[in-house]
């Protein structure tokens, strides 16, 4: 069963900044947040991850609400080479729920 | 750099066929997982394991098993292949969680035609 709703699909400006959405009401407190990214015709490469703060790496940052609801990934200065299917997942580790991720396009 | 291998990234097999998928990482990982990835479907869990000859069924193990015999392979086995399970394939690993969770690493994937 679906854990996450995401939108399906989403543009974003070239240099612009990314903000991908991701509703989990559903979230128990032992459940991280995940992000995932799949450029075409590779496997899923692992973004960022957080429980309750929000948490910045050199790809992204995400920000999780204070009821942990629901999150949003953010690409400071997206590139077209961010263009990808985007998946949030929530999990206690040892499985993930891709579900269909949001499709992000960066347009020149 | 961890790495997951996948023995095939195309394969074309015929109805009937038996198939044999197969995974391997060079982390030590504990826990592997097979998945197939559909257009408008996403990524399927279809079986995972979480220790030597352990298994565990996903959300679409039917018409697939898997075997675990040694900690580093992970085989995916469709008995009997059939057109439905044109797809790609992807294999995972990610070890143990002990309350510090990890990132789960992919192989490129095995894209599968059954014909």
């Known amino acids: 069963d679906a854990k996450t709703t995401q939108p399906t699909s989403m543009d974003c400006a070239e240099g612009r900044a990314a903000n991908l959405p991701c509703n989990h009401s559903?979230?128990?407190?032992?459940?991280?947040v995940y992000w995932y990214r799949q450029i075409h015709s590779q496997g899923p490469q692992y973004i960022i991850h957080?429980?309750?703060n929000n948490e910045t790496n050199e790809m992204a940052s995400l920000i999780i609400t204070e009821d942990r609801k629901s999150s949003t990934l953010i690409l400071p200065h997206a590139t077209l080479r961010d263009t990808a299917v985007y998946y949030c997942?929530?999990?206690?580790?040892?499985?993930?729920?891709f579900g269909t991720g949001t499709s992000l396009t960066v347009i020149p | 750099d961890v790495k997951v291998t996948q023995s095939s990234r195309y394969l074309v097999k015929r109805t009937g066929e038996k198939v044999f998928l197969e995974c391997v990482q060079d982390m030590d990982h504990e826990n592997m997982f097979w998945y197939r990835q559909d257009p408008g479907l996403g990524l399927r869990l279809i079986y995972f394991?979480?220790?030597?000859?352990?298994?565990e069924k996903g959300d679409i193990p039917e018409g697939y098993s898997v075997s675990r015999e040694k900690k580093e392979r992970f085989s995916l086995i469709l008995e009997s292949a059939s057109t439905n399970q044109t797809s790609m394939y992807l294999c995972?690993?990610?070890?143990?969680?002990?309350?510090?969770?990890?990132?789960?690493?992919f192989g490129p994937g095995t894209r599968l035609t059954v014909t």
């Open positions: 995972a690993s990610i070890p143990r969680g002990t309350g510090v969770t990890y990132e789960q690493y």
């Open positions: 394991s979480y220790d030597v000859k352990m298994k």
């Open positions: 957080g429980l309750k």
């Open positions: 559903t979230i128990s407190g032992n459940e991280y």
């Open positions: 997942i929530v999990t206690t580790g040892n499985q993930f729920y």
